[in-house]
Structures are given as structure tokens and as C-alpha cells.
């Protein structure tokens, strides 16, 4: 796993959540909607996972919605809102860019700059998965609540990666397999406990927010992610990724690391190589071991990313060389080294015109 840089878009399952889904697949298959005993066993674990959940997130369990990931999250946040105002920050990521569009009538604004008046919902992501850029959703969200605006923070790439109390975020996305959970599972946080709010109809589960058998293998796996995880975050310094970046910029005149000069992910590094296009680099190094990013995984080559990198300071001709490389929990100082190597390989390759 050494050569995997792509945790931003997904993270291997953790073995502690193998071992919890496993568990809960094999003796807690019940439908939890069901009335015998079984079934009443496995609806108290689902509670107990929405529990501890909510003490990881700080916020009420009663308010936690469990759905397939977090872009279900935000499609259920934003019909919610249909046909209202929102407001959302420039570098959001597809799945509130898109749900936002199609639900409400939406307008951008720089995260650090000035928030929108007259809206119902503003709506800026925690942590950014192109840059690792951290956005100030905190502030965000108590000037919000002073005004009176609903607000929502997507921290789908915060979790797992830094800890934070998000009480006071009205609404609030995660998903399950960017922290060392199963894919599949991801949850919505709401405003209040007794909020009526329904994407996908059908039966009374999820206290007939979330029709559908509650998935409670992945569940149970998602949550003991979270909480294997939490408690290993201060010792996740970025040293390796510093590192990596000094190396580069020693080997690579006129690299540009964007974001650089602002707060950022201890795991990410989102680079404009200086010659040669991304595509160029990724399949050298793949083939060397090395797994990398051309930008997000769900939307590279389409209009998703370059949006998004594009707005985070990437000119167009700079949007071909973009880079981004994301490390993990375990990924070590000497990981980072050997990536770095293999950039100053690939590049001689490239510069001598190598085939490929
Ligand atoms: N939000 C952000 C910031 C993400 O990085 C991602 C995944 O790339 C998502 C939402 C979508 O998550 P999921 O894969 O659970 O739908």
C-alpha cells in the first residue's frame, strides 16, 4: 500500500472496520425493521452506532440520517430546500454543485470573502479534496446562526483526518470510505431531530427520512472506522507531505503548489508540474507503483475538477499539468521520499522524450 497517494479519493477498509462489518454481517443480518428478537437486536446496535457517531461529530444522534455516502447526503440536504435561494462556496465539490443547481436556486461566493445575504441555506465544505485547502465553515456557521441562515458544511474530507466539534453546523455530510469505512455508507447530520426530509421514498426507515433496509453491516463498520481512526490524528503532522514538497520544489524549477499559503489537509499536496501533462505523469508513475491523481477521481477529465481548480488559482494552461497527491494514516516519511524519487525519474524520462 506504500506507492497508494490517493486517499483523497478513496482509503483502503481499515481492519478494524473489516472485522465490525464482518461481525455485523454475520450475526446481525436482520431486517432491524422486523419483530422478533433478532431483528430487535440488530435495531439496538444500529441505535448504538447512531449513538457513537454522534459523540464522534458532537451532535445529537437523534438528528443523524444514514444514507448511501455523502453525495446522497447532499442531494437529500438540497431538496430540502427546493426552489429556495442557496448560496454556496466557489470550490465545492460536484455532489453540492450539482444537487444545489438542480434543487435551489444557487449562487457562488469565495469561501473567505464576503456570504451572501437573503439566502436560505449557505452551504462551504470543511476541507477541500483537490487542495486539502480548510475552509472557515466554523465561523461560517456562528455568523449564520446569528443572522438566522440555515448552514451545511461537507466534511466529507475533514473526517478521519482532523477532529472537530461540529455542533454548530445546522447540517453536515460524511462519508464512510474516506476514513477507512466500506463504500456505500455515508450519513447527513440535521438541524433538528424532528425535521421532515425525504429524497428516496418508500417504507418508514430511517424515522421515514431514508426509505430502504437500513444498511447496518456498513454501518456498524462506518462508525468503527471513525473511532479507530480519531484518536491516531495527533500524531498525523504532515512532516511526510512537507517533505515531499521541499524535495519536489529542490528537483522541479517552477513548481507550483497551490494553496500552499493557506491552511490545508496535513495529507494533500495539489501541484502544477512545470512541463509535461498530468496524464504523462500519472501513467509513469502508476506503472512504477505509484498511485496519483489528476484531480478528483469522480469528475477527472470533466468539467467537475477543472472548475474547482480553476477557482482554487490554476490557469487554463496550468489546469494540464495539475497534480494532486494524497496520502494516508500510515503512509510513512520514507513513503513520501520514494514518491518524490519516482517524480525525478519520470521527469528524466519525459525530458529525454521517453515512449509511453
Ligand atoms: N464531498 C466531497 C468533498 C468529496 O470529496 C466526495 C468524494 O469524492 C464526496 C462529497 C462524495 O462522496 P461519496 O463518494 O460518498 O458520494
Known amino acids: 500500500m506504500t506507492g497508494y497517494f490517493d486517499f483523497n479519493a478513496t482509503t483502503p477498509l481499515l481492519p478494524e472496520a473489516r472485522e465490525a462489518w464482518l461481525r455485523a454481517a454475520e450475526r446481525h443480518w436482520h431486517n432491524p425493521s422486523s419483530l422478533y428478537r433478532e431483528a430487535g437486536i440488530t435495531n439496538q446496535k444500529l441505535e448504538t452506532a447512531r449513538e457513537r457517531l454522534g459523540q464522534l461529530l458532537q451532535v445529537e444522534a437523534e438528528r443523524i440520517v444514514f444514507t448511501s455516502g455523502a453525495t446522497e447526503a447532499n442531494n437529500l440536504l438540497f431538496s430540502a430546500f427546493t426552489g429556495q435561494t442557496t448560496a454556496i462556496s466557489t470550490i465545492e465539490h460536484p455532489s453540492v454543485r450539482e444537487a444545489a ?24 465544505m470543511a476541507a477541500n479534496n483537490e487542495s486539502g485547502q480548510l475552509l472557515p465553515w466554523r465561523e461560517l456557521a456562528l455568523l449564520c446562526r446569528a443572522k438566522g441562515i440555515s448552514f451545511h458544511t461537507d466534511a466529507t474530507q475533514w473526517l478521519g483526518k482532523l477532529e472537530a466539534d ?18 456505500g455508507a455515508g450519513f447527513l447530520v440535521l438541524r433538528d431531530e424532528n425535521e421532515r426530509i425525504r429524497l428516496i421514498h ?49 528537483s522541479f524549477e517552477g513548481l507550483r503548489l497551490i494553496s500552499a499559503e493557506k491552511p490545508r489537509l496535513w495529507n494533500t499536496s495539489l501541484l502544477v508540474m512545470p ?16 498511485s496519483i491523481s489528476t484531480g478528483s477521481a469522480c469528475s477527472s477529465g470533466k468539467e467537475g475538477s477543472s472548475v474547482v481548480v480553476t477557482a482554487l488559482g490554476a490557469s487554463p494552461d496550468e489546469l494540464r499539468r495539475v497534480v494532486r497527491v494524497s496520502g494516508g494514516w500510515y503512509t510513512t516519511v520514507k513513503d513520501w521520499h520514494e514518491l518524490a524519487s519516482a517524480f525525478q525519474e519520470v521527469g528524466a524520462e519525459l525530458d529525454a522524450g521517453g515512449m509511453g
Open 166 to 183: 461540529f455542533s454548530p453546523c445546522d447540517y453536515l455530510s460524511g462519508s464512510a470510505h474516506k476514513f477507512g469505512g466500506p463504500k
Open 101 to 124: 443547481r438542480h434543487w435551489t436556486k444557487v449562487s457562488t461566493f469565495e469561501a473567505d470573502g464576503e456570504m451572501p445575504e437573503g439566502v436560505a441555506l449557505v452551504s462551504v
Open 275 to 290: 512541463r509535461h501533462e498530468n496524464l504523462k505523469w500519472l501513467t509513469r508513475l502508476s506503472r512504477r507503483g505509484f
Open 202 to 250: 418508500g417504507g418508514p426507515q430511517e424515522n421515514g427520512r431514508r426509505a430502504g433496509t437500513e444498511n447496518y453491516p456498513a454501518i456498524e463498520a462506518m462508525v468503527t472506522a471513525l473511532e479507530t481512526i480519531t484518536p491516531q490524528l495527533a500524531a498525523c503532522d504532515g512532516a511526510g507531505r512537507d517533505a515531499f514538497e521541499a524535495a519536489m520544489q529542490a
